[in-house]
């Protein structure tokens, strides 16, 4: 909390308050807002913002979290007026700062190659503005569109929307110039993609679906080392029925799994990464699958504290946050039991020194299974 804070009040110093934080009649500052927030969402006893603001007036909390109890008015209309670039930028400072001397040891990887997916959570069906329609039937529900290292394992670019928002338009809106990109079949679908990402200077992983038409241009040859890492066949090729779907010229690659054959498609050239290397880097996409169990399962970001579009925003915003610093600290996401501990100590039940005793213990016990699968 003491960290957040602090990393708080130095964008505030950047950016400056704005809204009524800005005045000084206001009570309850920002930091001890965002505060008590996290608090809520780390802390397995707190369910409900009425729970957290009651908790608001115990002596430790207001010690250790906030500098003073904070009312249920209080804590509701405060979401309004955060001003949300500000988390924005306490992110993407704390994105840069995880793992940031992890190295590949693959020249091909150089490039940012980033997991791109999304995840849905459901919400009230009293929050009426993430109502949506999918395949016929209502849903109430929020999507986090995500950008995962896949070097650092980390969250690097977020988006959160209606669930009804299109994966490839949040996609597309997060485009930076130079980066690369591994994503599963939906991202594959429009072949016209694939010319922007050139011109972006971007390159992709992406898998197709087994319907996909294609014409194949050139058939290039499949190596040992290729053979051993399951890939069947490449080939340079086209993509598309008709010419104003056709794809610009891209390189196909089968891969036999233990369940199907999966046929991705790539800009790069076998010089700049070889086909083994491109069906590696696709089995790479499950890191993202696994980040998103964790953060709903493990932090336990499933119950919402506020209910507005804003605060649905803020708390998902604050998840990522809490799971960047978790990931700072220990050099690792946190595992069930880890978290355990860190609730513990929250709870009062373990001590600062037992906390550290025993993260330093669940650390050394996965660095001795790491060992033993070498």
């Not at 959160?160 to 679908?189: P, Q």
Request: net charge positive; proline share 2%; glycine share 6%.
């Amino acid at each position: 909390m003491a960290e957040l804070r602090e990393r708080i009040e130095q964008a505030c110093e950047r950016r400056g308050l704005s809204g009524s934080f800005a005045d000084c009649k206001r009570r309850m500052e920002l930091g001890d807002y965002l505060s008590l927030f996290l608090f809520g969402l780390i802390n397995p006893a707190v369910r409900t913002m009425r729970g957290l603001c009651s908790a608001s007036a115990l002596e430790r909390v207001q010690k250790e979290v906030c500098a003073r109890p904070v009312s249920l008015g209080s804590f509701s209309e405060a979401q309004a007026v955060v001003d949300f670039g500000l988390l924005e930028e306490v992110f993407g400072q704390l994105a840069q700062e995880v793992g940031a001397t992890k190295s590949s040891g693959e020249p091909a990887l150089d490039k940012r190659w980033l997991i791109v997916d999304s995840t849905l959570w459901e919400v009230l069906p009293r929050m009426h503005w993430a109502l949506w329609r999918h395949q016929g039937c209502a849903q109430h529900a929020v999507r986090l569109h995500l950008s995962l290292h896949v070097v650092d394992d980390k969250p690097l670019r977020a988006t959160v929307s209606e669930g009804r928002l299109c994966e490839r338009r949040a996609w597309r809106g997060r485009w930076e110039a130079g980066d690369a990109y591994v994503g599963d079949r939906y991202f594959g679908e429009d072949y016209q993609l694939f010319g922007e990402l050139n011109e972006k200077g971007c390159a992709y992983v992406l898998r197709l679906r087994d319907e996909a038409v294609f014409e194949i241009e050139e058939q290039l040859p499949v190596s040992e080392e290729e053979a051993q890492a399951c890939v069947l066949r490449q080939a340079w090729g086209h993509l598309g029925c008709k010419s104003r779907y056709r794809s610009t010229r891209v390189r196909l690659v089968w891969v036999q799994t233990p369940k199907e054959v999966l046929m991705l498609v790539t800009n790069q050239n076998p010089q700049q990464m070889s086909a083994a290397l491109v069906a590696r880097l696709y089995r790479q996409r499950w890191q993202v699958e696994l980040f998103f169990r964790w953060i709903k399962c493990i932090l336990g970001c499933r119950h919402w504290l506020a209910e507005s579009r804003k605060g649905v925003a803020i708390q998902v915003y604050l998840a990522l946050i809490a799971a960047l610093l978790l990931q700072l600290h220990s050099g690792r996401r946190p595992t069930r039991r880890m978290m355990e501990l860190i609730q513990l100590h929250l709870m009062g039940a373990a001590s600062l020194e037992e906390l550290e005793n025993g993260l330093a213990r669940e650390l050394a016990a996965l660095e001795r299974a790491k060992i033993k699968k070498i």
